[in-house]
């Protein structure tokens, strides 16, 4: 008995490519994220830095006031800064949540095609199991049924 092919294969690659594209679009906003939060640690760095060098202009003695103006200027930038960061992360973990459905989603659909690929597969083995006991059961009652050879 011909081995036929599952009748869904064309199916079953297709959303294997969809998937493995959801993944990709998927490490591409990690990726995203990963960037963002080296941005946010060096403002964060740059911030404190900044604070630093304010606290060394203030010191007792001669205050500099146009370089703790100018500090402080700098220092609401850099909160600005990170508070736009913020929401930018923000939408990246939404966005992150939702290509992670969409993987699990395209992860499910495949499976489920697997499953009845492998089903097919099963079903197709025991037709052909079926069919060869069939056809040993017919020889062997044509021996049977054969006069002895003297």
Do not use: W
């Not at 006031?65 to 929401?87: I, P």
């Amino acid at each position: 008995m011909p081995r036929l092919q599952f009748p869904l294969q064309s199916l079953l690659v297709v959303r294997r490519q969809q998937r493995e594209h959801q993944r990709v679009l998927l490490a591409r906003v990690l990726a995203n994220q990963r960037e963002l939060e080296t941005r946010r640690a060096l403002t964060e760095h740059e911030l404190r830095d900044g604070q630093r060098r304010a606290r060394g202009c203030a010191a007792p003695g001669r205050i500099d006031v146009a370089r703790l103006a100018t500090a402080g200027q700098y220092e609401a930038s850099l909160r600005d800064h990170l508070a736009a960061l913020a929401v930018e992360q923000q939408a990246l973990r939404q966005e992150i949540a939702s290509r992670r459905g969409a993987v699990l989603e395209a992860d499910r659909e495949v499976q489920k095609l697997e499953k009845l690929r492998d089903r097919h597969h099963e079903q197709r083995r025991v037709e052909q199991s079926r069919a060869e006991t069939k056809e040993l059961d017919e020889v062997s009652a044509q021996c049977v049924h054969r006069p002895p050879i003297i």
